[in-house]
């Protein structure tokens, strides 16, 4: 296993690049992105001698939750929290440094485009067979289509139109590069929704020079849900944090439960006896939602916000520790866990959703042991013909299970806090894993007998005992302390958000003079 410096995002089959994006040194400042290069010449001992050799400066005024190198370039496109996509190309040199140290690149050297077209905290970017054409999906409930062919000017109406707007945030979407034409979306919704572009309405407005509405753009053609809740899961709290479509066969679809775009709607439910643990499961995430905006209505101060946090913090802690003390990790707790639930049958509500008309496929295995609390985590297959399913978990751990049994093959230490991605090489037996911490780890197989060293599976009882009963507590008081950290932090921002001013006239983007907004 060897360290890296922040979060890998994207392994790149051509370059052999490892893109990131945080800095060792701080949490506070995620606008950085590192690309990282296997250089031989820089280490003759290590197998995998991945060295930094570019740092590129943003100028996002938030976190940076995803980057992508668009293909056959040397571009590298970013999303972030301030709403913005960003396009960055410093030519050949991306990856390749002549001295063999970092190179750092300014915003005003990198940057190419800046596009404002969504409202909200834009999260993930999927790219196609183009250096020019790429997707992004953002909490404004929107999915945007770019091509950087193009240009037009953001703000003035003419961005062109969503091929997608929920009436819910959305934080997940996946692509398979075998059907591009269709595409899945995820996120405060139970529901999974695949869309499919080859809708005849839109080409033909564009023919007749129109800009087609949302509803012409694209067509949802299946929707992909379970048939109950999890163990422990609130009723109208469930949600959808990471899909993946294989790009082996390009119609499996992943969301920790396995589906398949080729099955028919309906069918039998999977089985229900082994315990999937369950996202977040109760409304704390929403009290602190309510409380912000309590903050704006009644322009209360943030620190008067945080006091009332940690108050409530306290409380919950010492809650927590007495149903600990009662319940422990056996059996009975768990019964009396669910005795306290609402008395319903924990199926999902359909009527919530806009798409009613739309058939629901159900899945054909579930995937169980891990604990998916506390913050946003991707999923993945692995393996060179997509046997195998991956998710990190809120223990720091990752697993691994077979994708045709659902059975638990690997519990790997990834992670001082959580795991949140888990990207495998496209053509090297290699598995990049980030969380909280400040390291990207790279793993490979392990060479002689023995156990792996960073391997937890001859513990995997107890832990996923540890991960079921964190996960049927619900969100725990963590999350109240990191969201008191983070007002503490960023007071001023935080209140200029709720406020909805406006970032896009600040003095960095005035500084950004050849960003052309697209």
């Known amino acids: 296993m060897e360290n890296f410096s922040s979060v890998a995002e994207m392994i790149n089959s051509q370059s052999q690049n490892l893109i990131d994006h945080r800095p060792a040194r701080s949490q506070l400042e995620c606008t950085r992105v590192r690309v990282w290069r296997m250089d031989h010449s820089s280490d003759t001992q290590n197998e995998y001698p991945f060295a930094c050799q570019t740092v590129i400066d943003t100028g996002h005024m938030a976190n940076v939750f995803s980057a992508h190198m668009l293909p056959s370039s040397t571009r590298i496109a970013t999303v972030a929290g301030d709403k913005q996509v960003r396009v960055f190309d410093v030519g050949e040199s991306v990856g390749r440094s002549p001295s063999g140290s970092e190179m750092r690149y300014s915003t005003r050297q990198a940057c190419i485009r800046v596009l404002r077209c969504h409202s909200s905290r834009t999260k993930r970017i999927i790219t196609e067979d183009s250096p020019d054409f790429f997707l992004t999906v953002a909490e404004d409930g929107q999915v945007r289509q770019h091509d950087l062919r193009t240009p037009h000017v953001c703000g003035k109406g003419t961005c062109p139109p969503p091929l997608v707007k929920l009436p819910h945030e959305l934080s997940t979407i996946a692509l398979s590069p075998l059907t591009p034409y269709q595409f899945v979306v995820g996120g405060e919704s139970p529901f999974a929704h695949l869309f499919d572009r080859r809708h005849i ?3 033909l407005q564009e023919e007749w020079g129109m800009l087609p509405s949302v509803d012409d753009a694209t067509t949802c053609v299946r929707r992909f849900s379970r048939y109950s809740r999890a163990p422990g899961e609130a009723k109208g709290y469930e ?3 990471g899909a993946r479509m294989s790009a082996w066969n390009g119609h499996e679809l992943l969301l920790l439960y396995l589906y398949s775009t080729r099955d028919e709607p309906g069918g039998s439910p999977v089985d229900m006896t ?12 929403q009290d602190a939602a309510e409380r912000l905006s309590n903050m704006h209505d009644g322009h209360r101060s943030a620190s008067e916000v945080v006091q009332e946090v940690l108050e409530n913090l306290e ?20 019964m009396q866990t669910d005795e306290a639930e609402s008395e319903d049958d924990g199926r999902i509500i359909a009527t919530a959703d806009m798409h009613l008309d739309v058939a629901v496929i159900f899945p054909r295995m579930r995937f169980s042991g891990h604990s998916n609390v ?3 985590k991707d999923v993945n297959f692995l393996g060179p013909c997509d046997e195998y399913v991956t998710s990190g978990s809120d223990d720091g751990n990752f697993f691994i299970w077979k994708k045709s049994s659902g059975e638990l093959v690997d519990i790997l230490e990834g992670d001082e806090h959580i795991v949140n991605v888990i990207e495998g090489h496209p053509t090297l037996p290699l598995v990049a ?12 197989p392990a060479r002689g007998p023995g156990p792996a060293r960073y391997s937890r599976y001859r513990d995997a009882a107890s832990v996923i005992r540890r991960n079921d009963n964190a996960s049927r507590r619900g969100l725990n008081h963590s999350a109240n302390l990191q969201f008191a950290r983070l007002l503490l932090q960023h007071q001023d921002r935080a209140l200029e958000m709720l406020r909805g001013d406006d970032d896009d006239e600040t003095d960095s983007e005035s500084r950004l003079t050849n960003c052309v907004n697209q």
């Open 201 to 203: 309405g839109r080409h």
């Open 433 to 444: 894993v980030s969380g909280i911490d400040t390291t990207v780890k790279l793993f490979a």
């Open 374 to 376: 506390e913050t946003v």
């Open 315 to 334: 409380d919950t802690e010492d809650a927590e520790m007495n149903t600990e003390d009662l319940l422990g990790d056996s059996e009975d707790g768990d």
């Open 274 to 285: 082994s315990c999937i643990l369950p996202p977040n499961s109760d409304g704390k995430e």
């Open 239 to 241: 949600h959808i944090t």
